[in-house]
């Protein structure tokens, strides 16, 4: 046996490697690499593009949307994620530990396979302070109309709502995944032991299913951060800028302005955020070990 | 792969160049062959009646095609300048004031002054003024092609009921301080949900069941869905000048007593505020039946008087402010790619839209009013002949100074989202108004320099 060298498949692997890569290079490198080029020139779509340095970035750092856009967003992910992710382990520890109905898990994908711009226009229907499904109901209870769309208090909140609605029960999937991992002996061993569901679900549950969830978080973060299409439908952005996040800042600026170059500047300072972001989450939560090894 | 496979796929990627290669060698251009242009609109109501001019055109000009595109506003404008980035733009398309001067600055539109200069096109057929909203120092930059104009519309059946009489809504009188006959009518409007309308002592303005009047407060720098009229009518310009003028006068007092009106109207019960407003669009909320009067611009008639309404619904001339009625008129126009290869036959399909025959088409399709005037009578006409009294749009349009354009200038898009941030902060009560319009003014202004 020790005669025969181990092969070296370094060379194979770089040809499967080799589709991906392709993709990667041409779909994503290549574009971020012009990206960063833009962010440095004064482009607009119609001119020729020229070299201004820093300029945009300067611009950015004293541009007081752009910060309220950050601020905007960063409430957002807050109120999107803290609701989401609760709510999703809520749901994924009962399906775990009461019922493993198969249509009850398909069930719960179904908001999500709705397109993003069918759940923003039906929410936008059902919320409507005037002829809104919702408001009627405040209505027979003698309770007031509730602008959930255009008072700027409750425009941010409604629309997190309405994207905590529709990923969900993706998430509880995939944490639900998780927990099938965690071995069943434990909870077993647990339950002679005299533990309550609570006590199982603090000590055994949460712990092992650490790494799953540094996943879930980190993945469901990014997509947070990337907020657009539902507010495009329907505050885009209002009332005055209470729901402008950065993503929508950075529509505006490039294809109703054409301020290409300054919208450029501010999606790279957003792919910095988001980079460091997850670099500290991953950090933070030990996201590449597992204590069931 | 085997070698005979490799020599397989190289022959088969060779078929795919050689495939390519013969596409575009069709696709050259020689001499005095036939001709197809790319023409660009926005509005599906019209594609119909532009295809009629366009096979028109082509009866008249058999070596010229035209080939109509159509894409939803937010779209077009998008597309449009993609396909200008790329080199490959369409040779004619429909153009508007707040997107135009973009273009025109980039050098992307042809001047066609020498044209209308040597085929001597009588510019003086137009409405008043249209012709000259897209010259910019001595240069044109297109033709108009159709106007429109702004009016009351309100809920016939709600009006009779609550006792308002539709000829009395012919003259109206506005002012900022009570609102005058206009303030009357819509307090008439209003109802709460124990039938007592606005005027009464024991309205209830918590309560509301149907609302005199639905404001629009995403109407961007011009304010041509309500206040920018009013404003109008108090006194109010918006420019040094228009088009191309450099000093926008958001500041001005006048504009910030209309604000302050309209909050006024939303206190009082009779208009819902924006922070309780609907995200629906107004037309919606009347055919529901929660609201009675609102603005109306003309191209708004086939939604309020066609099949689609649910409700009956009537136009009405705008309230007479301080300084007499003066309604927003706002026109298209039809531009040529500077990048053309086929300038010439450009022209002559821009000219043909431009002209009476075309127009007269248009208009008797009744869908907008052209803009040459004989050919507005003609979709006036077509209108009353479908049974819609839209008369007032055109009588204001021909008032002798009944009218203003909205601005045109460089920038208009964010001076659009500056002012209509200001305004909803007014109107929400961030801030006041006379100071929020003056802030969003200095930015504005600061666009400029």
Redesign the interface.
């Known amino acids: 046996m020790s005669a025969t060298k181990p092969r070296d498949d370094r060379r194979a692997a770089w040809w499967f490697l080799a589709p991906v890569l392709v993709g990667f290079a041409v779909f994503y490198g290549y574009p971020a690499a012009r990206g960063v080029w833009y962010s440095l020139t004064d482009y607009t779509m119609l001119n020729t593009p020229s070299y201004v340095g820093t300029e945009n970035y300067a611009k950015l750092f004293a541009d007081q949307k752009f910060w309220n856009s950050m601020l905007v967003t960063a409430w957002y992910v807050v109120l999107n994620i803290g609701s989401q992710t609760l709510l999703a382990l809520g749901i994924a520890s009962l399906m775990h530990r009461l019922t493993r109905s198969v249509v009850l898990r398909a069930t719960l994908l179904l908001p999500w396979l709705v397109p993003n711009v069918t759940i923003g226009l039906l929410w936008m229907w059902l919320l409507d302070t005037n002829l809104g499904f919702v408001n009627q109901l405040l209505h027979t209870f003698g309770m007031d109309p509730i602008g959930f769309f255009t008072d700027e208090t409750w425009a941010m909140p409604t629309v997190a709502g309405i994207n905590t609605w529709a990923y969900t029960g993706y998430t509880a999937l995939l944490l639900y995944a998780g927990m099938l991992q965690i071995p069943q002996y434990l909870y077993e061993g647990a339950s002679i032991d005299g533990a309550g569901e609570w006590r199982m679900f603090r000590r055994i549950t949460l712990p092992l299913l650490r790494p799953v969830l540094a996943l879930v978080l980190v993945v469901s973060m990014i997509g947070s951060f990337q907020i657009f299409d539902t507010i495009a439908v329907t505050t885009k952005g209002g009332p005055v800028a209470a729901t402008q996040v950065i993503y929508y800042f950075i529509y505006q600026q490039a294809f109703k302005y054409f301020h290409m170059g300054y919208a450029a500047a501010a999606a790279i300072c957003l792919a910095l955020i988001l980079g460091l972001l997850t670099a500290i989450q991953m950090r933070m939560l030990r996201a590449s070990r597992s204590d069931l090894a | 792969m085997n070698r005979r496979s490799r020599a397989g796929a190289a022959l088969l990627s060779l078929a795919v160049v050689a495939g390519l290669a013969a596409c575009t060698s069709a696709a050259e251009q020689e001499p005095g062959a036939a001709v197809t242009l790319d023409y660009w609109l926005w509005d599906d109501n019209q594609k119909a009646s532009y295809q009629q001019c366009a096979d028109a055109f082509h009866t008249a000009n058999p070596n010229i095609t035209i080939k109509i595109s159509q894409a939803a506003w937010n779209e077009y404008w998008?597309n449009l300048?993609?396909q200008?980035?790329a080199g490959d733009a369409p040779d004619v398309w429909t153009n508007q004031g707040s997107y135009y001067p973009?273009?025109v600055s980039?050098g992307?539109i042809l001047d066609i002054q020498p044209f209308v200069d040597a085929d001597k096109v009588d510019l003086s057929q137009y409405q008043g003024g249209l012709a000259d909203l897209f010259t910019k120092d001595g240069q044109r930059f297109g033709l108009p092609k159709d106007w429109d104009t702004m009016a009351l519309v309100y809920n016939t059946e709600h009006l009779k009921t609550q006792g308002i009489d539709a000829a009395g809504l012919a003259d109206l009188t506005w002012n900022p301080t009570d609102g005058g006959t206009f303030e009357q009518a819509i307090a008439k409007a209003t109802v709460d949900e124990k039938g007592r309308n606005g005027l009464d002592p024991a309205f209830d303005k918590?309560k509301v069941k149907v609302f005199g009047f639905l404001p629009e407060w995403?109407d961007g720098s011009q304010g041509q869905n309500g206040w920018g009229n009013l404003a109008a009518s108090n006194g109010f310009t918006y420019l040094d000048k228009n088009p191309w003028g450099t000093q926008y006068k958001y500041d001005d007092p006048k504009l910030a007593q209309t604000i302050d009106w309209f909050k006024s109207l939303s206190a009082k019960g009779y208009a819902?505020?924006?922070?309780?407003?609907?995200?629906?669009s107004r037309d919606?909320?009347l055919n529901?039946g929660?609201g009675a009067i609102t603005f109306a611009g003309s191209w708004m008639i086939n939604s309020y008087l066609g099949e689609g309404a649910k409700l009956k619904f009537a136009f009405a001339p705008l309230p007479a402010g301080p300084q007499g009625r003066k309604t927003a008129i706002n026109g298209l126009s039809d531009a040529i790619w500077s990048g053309t290869k086929h300038k010439d036959e450009a022209w002559k399909w821009v000219k043909f839209l431009g002209s009476a025959d075309c127009q007269n088409i248009v208009g008797g399709n009744g869908v907008v009013f052209p803009a040459i005037k004989s050919a507005s009578e003609k979709a006036l006409a077509a209108h009353t002949g479908k049974g819609r009294d839209v008369k007032v749009f055109v009588d204001e349009a021909a008032a002798p100074g009944g009218t203003f354009f909205v601005p045109i200038t460089e920038?208009g898009?964010?001076v659009s989202?500056i002012v209509q941030?200001a305004i909803?902060?007014a109107i929400?009560g961030?801030t006041d108004s006379a100071t929020s319009l003056k802030k969003a003014n200095d930015q504005v202004n600061a666009l400029f320099k």
């Open positions: 998008q300048t993609t200008i980035a973009q273009f980039s992307q918590t995403a819902p505020a924006l922070d309780k407003a609907s995200t629906l919606s909320l529901a929660k920038h898009n964010e989202q941030d909803q902060a929400l961030q």
